[in-house]
């Protein structure tokens, strides 16, 4: 899983995606979350011009299509930029990295139940510096999918 993450994320490889959603999916079937639609994790415009993509656009996108579920993916976005969370020391550090990170416009989470998705939680920092934004703008409960969990 960390091989197929890394060729995703760093190595331009976005054909996985489908397969990795796929693996979602199964786990969405298995274990239902209460979700109306899904929401990934911005990136800051500049480490996306960097890259050319968000990796949690691309799975959200490919596991809407396996679920019938919409993709909000201009509701959320990065405000503050900061270091990789990879490169942060601890879990403290993580939560300041991301704090107030981001932001929600266009109220088009509010009043809806969304899952957020994104590659890899860590610390869970991110994900929880997004659902902060996303139940401030209106979403009624934010559940993160995630496609590994590093400990």
Request: proline share 5%.
């Amino acid at each position: 899983m960390r091989q197929a993450i890394h060729q995703l994320k760093y190595q331009n490889l976005k054909a996985l995606s489908l397969c990795l959603a796929e693996l979602l999916a199964d786990y969405l079937r298995s274990t239902p979350l209460p979700g109306a639609a899904l929401v990934p994790v911005p990136l800051h415009p500049r480490r996306l011009r960097e890259r050319g993509y968000n990796q949690s656009s691309l799975l959200a996108r490919e596991l809407g299509k396996l679920t019938n579920l919409p993709v909000i993916k201009d509701c959320l976005i990065r405000v503050k930029e900061a270091k990789p969370q990879v490169k942060a020391s601890n879990i403290e550090e993580r939560r300041r990295n991301v704090a107030n990170a981001f932001t929600c416009q266009n109220g088009k989470a509010s009043g809806k139940q969304i899952i957020l998705i994104d590659d890899v939680c860590t610390s869970g920092a991110t994900l929880e510096s997004c659902a902060a934004a996303l139940k401030s703008s209106g979403a009624i409960s934010v559940w993160g999918l995630t496609l590994a969990r590093e400990i």
